[in-house]
């Protein structure tokens, strides 16, 4: 990465033209902060977490979503919101490197795709709208629920506050209640609704036009996570903006081409100048 580029990308998150878009890689240095284990993030570390330590059939590992799936089917779909909920709503985590640097940037809309509370927490000494990705709820077209949080505490709006923050969570966080998109069954609905415009509010559809975005911590292998991040960033600007990949396989570099993401072959840690987790 040249100096000019690390310069241009962090003036266009200071003024809100590139959107940061978080992976799991961006938990890399996160710790259990009783036991020292790294936080379950990833989807094979997800799934040998959910299964108590232990890898599922090679068939479930391939995908976090299919495991859970399974695990739904089995004991229903509460046994893995619970899985979450303890995980990342009940276990004290030390905090990641990139959450505290995100924090002196304080970019006005972020989008995580991760399932913990760090971002909240960065954000929580000023009033800020959290976007909730849902999926599989009778009575609504709407994929997403929306809360706005005053300092205190959250409350369940409907419309997003001009002017504040917006922290767009799409697969779900612990807080303020426990919704989560996580198996199979889950991101069909969320991402058929997506598709068709249901999952994201109107104010980011207006909102997110000509933005550019930096994806951090994040690999493009995957169809679920590609397909979900191409209509989040739908109506950027040309091109798209950059992804972080070290070594990106010849389908990443494709796919970075075809949608219009520079391939930055590095590592955040790096461009935010801490140390790189062992």
Known sequence: MTPELREKLLAGLRDGSIVPYLGPGVLADVRDAATGAPIPADSDSLIIAMNGGKPMAPKLMYEFPRAA????????????????????????????????WLKTIAPAYVIDINRDTQLQASYADV????????????????????????????RRVEHIAPGQPILFKPMGTPLPEGDYIASDADYVDFITELMGGFSIPPEVKELRKGKQYLLMGMRLNRDTERMVMADMIYSAAQPAGWVFITEPTAKEQRYCKKIGLEIIDGDIFEFIGAAVPA
């Open 69 to 100: 799936m399974n695990v739904e089917l089995k004991r229903g779909r509460s046994a893995v919101t619970r899985f979450l909920n303890k995980t990342y709503g009940d276990t004290q985590w030390t905090r990641a490197a990139v959450h505290d």
């Open 127 to 154: 009033p800020h709208t959290l976007i909730v990705g849902i999926a599989r709820i009778a009575g609504t077209a709407f994929r997403y629920k929306i809360f706005s949080w005053d300092g205190s505490s959250y």
